[in-house]
């Protein structure tokens, strides 16, 4: 089964952190990319895995087949 990769990236700029998701994990390059909002590694990640639970338990209603 494929896995993600999250890894959060100072950036020195601004000295916050963005999140960078690489799917599947061994992927060289990410596929997403947040701004840097976050202030700590720690923050980014652990928003991230909210978003993403969040996302999962709550999955958008499906599209009525007519729509398709």
Known sequence: ????????????????FAI???Y?????????TTAPRYKSAAA????????LAATANNPPPEEPANRR
Do not use: F, K, N
Not at 1 to 16: C, F, L
Not at 44 to 51: M, P, S
């Open 1 to 16: 089964m494929p896995t993600i990769r999250i890894e959060p990236v100072e950036d020195v700029a601004s000295g916050r």
């Open 20 to 22: 960078e998701i690489y």
């Open 24 to 32: 599947p994990a061994d992927a060289e390059r990410p596929l997403v």
């Open 44 to 51: 980014a990640e652990q928003d991230t895995l909210a978003i």
